[in-house]
């Protein structure tokens, strides 16, 4: 086998393939790069299991051929190169990368053991990428880190006629936000838990390529999602089992309501952050009058109290919440004001835009001795 590319673009798509490498790799095959070059094109490829990646990559094709590379050492090669072609041939069981005034060989091995990878075939959704980036800021951050509950670790997605409903929980917090889609062909009241992770590096991947918009596709055989953008695939399993019905728990009604400023909270709730740490993060919120109270003590620290200036409706009360969550949720809030709402000290506690665009973020109170 044998291409002639930029440099420059072999680093920017081997960059993003390089993302479907995991950590501790399952299996040692998963540790590399496929390199695949047929008459028509050259793609890299990579795959944890869970994430993988095709990427095509624009080259000059003399020599058709397959290899698997070690994705750090080619990566880190690829890095130092200078601007200008880049020539990639086998020699036996090892790439040549020839560059300006460079001579390399990598030890490459065969594609044998490379897990096959679904490619797309009929894109069934199409969103907008910046809507898209939004939603998946917002609604990943309430899904579980740890695999203790699989199906926490997804988000999942309720399609309708023109529009899909997202939601994530890890059981301390939720997020419930709508995404519009361009155009579908899957049936209404369909239903799939796709991986926060998943969509996390999807995010990415638009962010850099600036894409407008791009398509999904579901394969129910595979059990796989395909996002298809410009000249990328990104594919990833759908998570089996059934997610909580959240619905549930969600409030729908309130005896105290709090409107305040999105940034004067966030600020308040990181200087009681600072006196909770060793406390379990645990900050309050106390309605007072027409103040918001936010604040932290520490037998060890000391204590920090903020106040508010707020427009309330109800009864005054006193909440405690872990912060990283109200951080979490303030920092991917763009709104100027914010709304609270809730039922009780120890019950859910809902908060939204002010503007109320259909994204509501409930996270649960802690309850302490005091």
Not at 186 to 213: H, M, Y
Not at 334 to 349: M, Q
């Amino acid at each position: 086998m044998k291409i002639t590319v930029q440099s420059t673009d072999l680093k920017k798509y081997l960059g993003i393939v390089n993302r479907g490498i995991g950590v501790r790799p399952q299996l040692p095959i998963l540790s590399g790069v496929l390199l695949k070059i047929t008459k028509d094109e050259v793609n890299l490829v990579s795959t944890d299991l869970e994430v993988s990646f095709w990427v095509k990559l624009p080259a000059k094709i003399d020599e058709e051929g397959e290899m698997v590379v070690p994705a750090k050492l080619f990566g880190e090669l690829v890095a130092s190169l200078p601007a200008g072609n880049v020539t990639l041939s086998a020699e036996k069981n090892s790439l040549k990368v020839l560059a300006k005034g460079i001579n390399a060989e990598v030890v490459g091995q065969g594609v044998e053991d490379f897990p096959s990878i679904p490619r797309a075939k009929k894109t069934q959704i199409t969103l907008k990428s910046g809507e898209f980036r939004q939603k998946m800021d917002r609604v990943c951050i309430s899904a579980a880190k740890d695999d203790t509950r699989p199906v926490l670790t997804g988000v999942l997605w309720s399609l309708e006629e023109n529009r899909t409903v997202l939601a994530a929980t890890d059981g301390y917090r939720l997020c419930v936000d709508k995404l519009n889609v361009v155009k579908t062909s899957v049936e209404k009241n369909t239903k799939f838990i796709l991986p926060a992770r998943s969509l996390q590096e999807v995010s990415k991947v638009l962010a850099e390529t600036g894409e407008d918009s791009f398509g999904i596709e579901f394969d129910k055989d595979n059990q796989q999602v395909i996002f298809s953008i410009a000249d990328m695939e990104v594919s990833s399993r759908l998570i089996a089992g059934e997610f909580p019905p959240y619905q549930q728990i969600m409030p729908n009604t309130y005896s105290t309501k709090a409107i305040f400023n999105r940034e004067e909270l966030l600020e308040a709730v990181k200087r009681a952050n600072l006196f909770a740490r060793d406390n379990a993060n645990i900050v309050k919120m106390a309605i007072e009058g027409e103040k918001l109270i936010v604040k932290a003590e520490s037998s060890q620290l000391g204590s920090n109290s903020t106040e508010i200036e707020t427009e309330v409706e109800g009864d005054g009360l006193t909440v405690a919440f872990n912060a990283r969550y109200l951080l979490d949720y303030l920092g991917v809030n763009n709104s100027e004001r914010v709304v609270w709402e809730t039922e009780g000290e120890l019950k859910p506690s809902v908060f939204k835009r002010e503007d109320d665009d259909g994204w509501i973020q409930v996270v649960m109170p802690v309850r302490t001795q005091n």
